[in-house]
């Protein structure tokens, strides 16, 4: 039960996903299917450095490791089913030291929410639905910090192809210090994480500035749930996770 369960929420992602990935795709075959026409001036884009901002969106995540232990004794599985989209807003800076070489610091915050339900495996019915609790709703509001080289391909008419690859440092100004009275939130996550990223794109030169389209993926290199005693009473949600690390999924739209 407990691989059907998981094996139908990473189905459910991974068709997301893929449709992102698709659009993408079907964004570069129009791309460079274009028949040859005036370059429009890109002196905006030759210079060491320049200034934009960029506009996105965003599907946060996690990659929950259960515990083995607590799901034998009480049946307890912790799973992200459904993926909220999110926003993110981002000033750009640019430094060109090569020709094909670009290096990108994108300060700005992104928002977005990430659910977390249990399931009751030793019933083996469907998800458990308690007086209190049975989902939990985690916001995050982070300030970023991403360092990026951007590697670019050669142009054709007004596109180029690039990828891109850095660290990206996030602090979630929502992590709380402690469990809000409130609310029915039982898990509390740490305020910063260090990400690796990855993803690519396409620059589309337009008559007075650049605009780029990018997908990218963001992964969280520790866990981030906080490991306390948990909330008196509701212990069992914080106990069913051995680890817990955020994945975030990104579509942006540069505007330089």
Known sequence: MINQITATRKLRKGSLYLILAGLFLLFSIEAFSQKQKPKNDSWY????????????????????????????????????????????????????????????????????????????????????YEEIGDVQRLQSSFLEFPLLVKLKGDRLNNVRPYVIGGLNYRYDLAGKKEYPESENIYLRLKRSDLYYEAGAGLDFYLPFFKLSIEIKTSRGLRDIVVHDQGYPGYSQYLNAIEKMQSRIWVVSFHFE
């Open 45 to 128: 884009d030759d210079k060491p450095l320049h200034f934009g901002f960029s506009l996105g969106m965003n599907l946060m995540d996690f990659d929950i490791t259960p515990s083995q232990t607590y799901l034998d004794q009480d049946g307890y599985f912790p799973e992200v089913s459904i993926l909220n989209p999110g926003i993110n807003i981002q000033t750009v800076i640019n430094l060109r030291p090569a020709k094909y070489i670009d290096l990108r610091f994108l300060p700005g915050v992104s928002f977005g929410q990430r659910s977390v339900n249990y399931y009751n495996f030793k019933d083996d019915t469907d998800p458990i």
